[in-house]
Nanobody
Framework: QTQVEESGGGEVQAGGSLTLSCSFS????????MGWWRQIQGKERELVSC????????LYVDSAKGRFTLKRNDAENSLVLQMNSLRPGDTAMYYC??????????????????WGQGTQVTVSS
């Protein structure tokens, strides 16, 4: 199973930026979907942005459009989420995943795909 590790979380003030990085131990060569999810305390894990396959336009949920940018690099086993204009409502634990559905209509279900341990993002007002 692919090992997933996130980094780059932290605390910023509203309007600030953070870059989240995800590295994979190995990729199977199957061009799997990969993406970033987040879980706000007390709520369900939700999709932020994902890539269905190499070369495809990333998918962003409405709250991320225009503020977040997803960059996928299979050759370097990495997935980067650049987050700008951060808001207090973005405060959450952010998770990287590979092999999970890249679709807004698929809610999070445990046991599918490979997930990291998460990195905390805190945005203060």
């Amino acid at each position: 199973q692919t090992q997933v590790e996130e980094s780059g979380g932290g605390e910023v003030q509203a309007g600030g930026s953070l870059t989240l990085s995800c590295s994979f131990s190995k990729l199977t060569g199957l061009d799997l979907p990969m993406g970033w999810w987040r879980q706000i305390q007390g709520k369900e894990r939700e999709l932020v942005s994902c890539s269905r396959q190499t070369g495809a336009d990333p998918l962003y949920v409405d709250s991320a459009k225009g503020r977040f940018t997803l960059k996928r690099n299979d050759a370097e086993n990495s997935l980067v989420l650049q987050m700008n204009s951060l808001r207090p409502g973005d405060t959450a634990m952010y998770y990287c995943a590979i092999g999970y559905f890249c679709s807004e209509s698929e809610p999070y279900r445990p046991g599918i795909g490979s997930w990291g341990q998460g990195t905390q993002v805190t945005v203060s007002s």
